[in-house]
């Protein structure tokens, strides 16, 4: 099982591909187990909880699934892109009001909650001179207003509003994702 949590919540993604949805407090499930469309995906199952507890997301391997984490509803299905390899990563902003993904073919996309339509252009590691690796991991700043997204290769720093690169790319050698935002 493969678990986040928030002060309020607990998520668990389940041997079976359920989600469990349990308060923090007292343990208790919230909603009946969610059961995605298809199998989820990832040796470690690309899976995310939104910081304020209302949202869970998922990857399986054509979509990523977003649920209202209170009623177990289905709320939006976001669509890969056609050269779909496998999902990486799901990352909600700090204020839960976007949600991030990056998969195989090196693409990392904000959509909005809980609609799912894209908030911005694709930021492809194609933005990253020399990019032939994935995407190692994507980080917002504390206040929600930048998104590092790391390759093997440099990093991006995007304003999270556009997706556009602020600064030039920062070489590999000076990556250091955690250090930059803890």
């Not at 668990?12 to 995906?41: K, N, Y």
């Not at 910081?51 to 289905?74: K, N």
């Not at 440099?154 to 790319?169: N, Q, Y």
Request: hydrophobic fraction near 40%; glycine fraction near 8%; aromatic fraction near 6%.
């Amino acid at each position: 099982a493969t678990a986040e949590k928030n002060s309020a919540v607990i998520a668990v993604v389940l041997a079976d591909d359920t989600i469990l949805v349990l308060d923090a407090a007292t343990g208790a499930p919230r909603p009946a187990r969610i059961r995605p469309p298809d199998r989820i995906v990832g040796r470690t199952p690309a899976f995310g909880l939104s910081p304020d507890g209302r949202w869970v997301a998922a990857a399986g391997r054509t979509s990523v699934w977003l649920w209202d984490a209170g009623s177990g509803e289905l709320r939006a299905t976001l669509p890969s892109g056609a050269n779909l390899r496998s999902w990486s990563d799901i990352l909600f902003s700090p204020d839960s009001s976007r949600i991030v993904t990056t998969h195989g073919d090196r693409i990392t996309q904000m959509w909005t909650v809980p609609d799912g339509l894209p908030a911005t252009d694709p930021i492809r590691a194609d933005r990253v001179e020399g990019s032939r690796n994935g995407t190692a991991f994507q980080k917002f700043s504390a206040d929600g207003r930048r998104l590092l997204v790391c390759y093997l290769s440099g990093t991006l720093v995007c304003d999270a509003s556009t997706g556009v690169p602020v600064v030039p790319r920062i070489p590999a050698a000076l990556n250091f994702g955690d250090e930059i935002w803890p």
